[in-house]
């Protein structure tokens, strides 16, 4: 059985914040917040936060922009996260709102309508609310019949979504329809010089179905790892309420060099495994999407993996326009760059993230 990724889609919101914009608003809050606490920084009872760069966030991350849900509050140091406006229990949700968008291009360029789909799975690292499931609101909003399901592997969630989408068509489901929905920008904090541009908000969608004539990328083999670590952690959750307590120190934090320092390794090793399981060398693979969470490390990846003479067109970036869009950075890159491989070519998506967790697929095109 050949099951396939036959068509993708995107969206992402009109409003972008560059990196200008973002260093302005910190800094702004920072001379304020460091004046306003003068006597105990002196005293040594604070520590003196720091301000920012453009040069800075690029050369760490290679970001250089990122779309937001909304970024007058974001903007505004007297907020610094987005203004979002209450919707009613009757009206779709904003997540289901911008899944739906993208699966209908997915949709659209599969060739398949509502009938023709069994599944639908939402896999992203933030859901919007805890029940009922967005992903069934999505399968509501399209008309589509059979089950759907939330699940969250934080970064990785697209790739475990493969796994989960191949498991069941493998099962008897025609097609799964798997969306990929993260309004990151609210869970960010845009206070810390460390963490505030790393994130953006963008949906992608995919349709995996079974298929011996239909273009698209065949599910060759599926590799998936996780093991725990607190380097990268969120705990923002419904118990908070039941603490008393809620500030900064609950929404997103890592330790990034920690992160950089093991992941990397991991990620590489984890691919080089498939290739060997596969009997492919790296020469083999005409690109790799790699998630989209940092250039360097996908640099370092790539060098790990195909050598230090490496293209680095190998491993698209779509980080300077997208910045870290979690489980859809991935699927944002083979989106975008999906035509620059063959019939007959090879290619491996691979994603990492908190956990840790890493999923990574070996993909080939059909025709």
């Keep these: 059985m050949s099951i396939r990724i036959t068509g993708t889609g995107l969206f992402h919101p009109t409003e972008a914040i560059s990196n200008q914009e973002l260093v302005a608003s910190l800094n702004a809050y920072v001379e304020r917040y460091n004046q306003q606490h003068a006597e105990q920084i002196a005293a040594g009872e604070l520590e003196e936060l720091r301000g920012s760069s453009e040069a ?6 290679g970001i250089k922009s990122r779309y937001v849900v909304e ?33 209908r291009q997915a949709m659209q360029q599969a060739g398949v309508t509502a009938d ?23 399968q509501s909003a399209l008309g589509i019949k059979g ?26 489901a025609r097609r799964v329809l798997m969306v990929n929905v993260e309004i990151t920008s609210a ?3 845009f206070k810390s010089r460390d963490c505030h541009f790393i994130f953006g ?47 900064d120190g609950l929404l997103f934090n890592q330790d990034g060099r920690k992160v950089f320092k093991e992941v990397c390794p991991l990620v590489a090793k984890m691919i080089n495994q498939q290739l060997e399981k596969n009997q492919l060398n790296a020469d083999q693979i005409k690109r790799f999407w790699l998630h989209q969470a940092n250039a360097n490390m996908n640099e370092l990846i790539l ?9 680095a067109a190998r491993a698209p970036i779509i980080l300077d326009e997208f910045a870290n ?7 944002i890159a083979m989106h975008k760059t999906a035509h620059e491989v063959a019939v007959g070519e090879y290619a491996i998506l691979s994603s990492f993230g908190a956990g840790y967790s890493v999923g990574t697929v070996l993909l080939k095109k059909v025709a």
């Design 56 to 61: 800075f966030i690029e050369k760490a991350s």
């Design 71 to 103: 970024k007058s509050g974001i903007l505004d140091i007297n907020r610094m996260y987005p203004r979002l406006t209450e919707r009613s229990n009757d009206e779709l949700s904003l997540q289901a709102e911008w899944g739906v968008t993208a699966a």
């Design 116 to 138: 023709d789909i069994d599944v639908v799975i939402l896999a992203c690292s933030n859901m919007q609310r805890a029940y009922p499931a967005v992903s069934i609101e999505i």
């Design 147 to 172: 089950y759907a399901y939330d699940m969250n592997v934080a970064c990785s969630s697209a790739t475990f979504g493969l796994k989960q989408a191949r498991d069941a068509i493998q099962a008897g």
């Design 187 to 189: 869970h960010l904090n």
């Design 201 to 247: 908000d963008v949906a992608t969608a995919a349709i995996i179905e079974a298929s011996t004539d239909k273009a698209g990328f065949e599910l060759v083999d599926i590799n998936l790892q996780t093991q725990f670590s607190n380097n990268i952690r969120n705990n923002f959750g419904f118990l908070n309420r039941c603490e008393d307590a809620f500030g």
């Design 303 to 311: 060098k790990y993996v195909a050598g230090k003479q490496a293209e």
């Design 325 to 331: 869009t979690s489980s859809a950075g991935v699927m």
